[in-house]
């Protein structure tokens, strides 16, 4: 089953400009991560934060995680046609399910050149 | 590219039959984690390997079966194939104990 939901199912962009997901989740966390996934292929690993953090950066990816709402959110700025993909977050719970992922359902996002 | 592989690529089987996909880890990890993505839907676990013993289970049926080997490559075994078995599996690798998993490129499988 899925853990939780993400919003929007599809973010249609053009580029340059900046685009926001957002997940929700159902249970605690030890973790959150955000994959992105090209036309049904592989997952790719973009960022973790951690269910004590707020905030995290990495590039032009900006993450933050309000664990009281259960929700975290992926900002990329200044997008590029090449970041067209799906974006999937992905939630740890810890403890005795360590390392088993639960995703999301995901969003698709397009950027236009 | 995450060193990860799997094999084939694709796959066509029809429902009732048996099917073997496999997996080599990125170098030095030992844990081995497999997920089902159907079409339009996030990953959902299947199962984890450590050590060559069974580390979770998701909700799948007993028909899906792992095995990892010494070498810290894995296998995943579908038997009595359903057509709800089409998807895209998906394998990932990881150090014991390291938050970050590494997936590999999928194999996609569809049961006719």
């Known amino acids: 089953s899925q853990q939780g939901e993400e919003d929007p199912q599809a973010l249609s962009i053009q580029e340059g400009e900046n685009a926001t997901m957002n997940c929700s989740y159902k249970?605690?966390?030890?973790?959150l991560q955000w994959y992105r996934q090209n036309s049904g292929r592989g997952l790719v690993h973009l960022i973790l934060?951690?269910?004590?953090?707020r905030e995290k950066h990495s590039g032009r990816l900006r993450v933050t995680l309000d664990t009281s709402k259960k929700s975290s959110s992926l900002l990329i700025t200044a997008s590029r046609a090449a970041d067209t993909a799906s974006y999937f977050c992905?939630?740890?719970?810890?403890?005795?399910?360590?390392?088993?992922?639960?995703f999301g359902q995901g969003t698709i996002l397009t950027v236009h050149p | 590219e995450t060193g990860v592989t799997q094999s084939p690529t694709h796959l066509i089987k029809t429902r009732g039959q048996q099917v073997t996909l496999r997996c080599s880890s990125q170098s030095g990890h030992n844990t081995v984690s497999w997920y089902q993505q159907a079409l339009g839907q996030g990953p959902q676990f299947i199962f984890q390997y450590y050590r060559e013993e069974e580390n979770g289970r998701g909700n799948f049926p007993p028909r899906f079966s792992g095995l990892q080997f010494p070498n810290y490559s894995s296998e995943l075994n579908v038997n009595a194939l359903e057509l709800d078995d089409s998807a895209l599996y998906l394998c990932a690798s990881s150090l014991a104990g390291a938050d970050t998993q590494y997936f590999g490129p999928g194999t996609r499988l569809t049961v006719l």
């Open positions: 934060i951690r269910s004590n953090e």
């Open positions: 249970t605690s966390i030890n973790n």
């Open positions: 992905a939630t740890d719970a810890g403890g005795t399910s360590y390392g088993k992922l639960t």
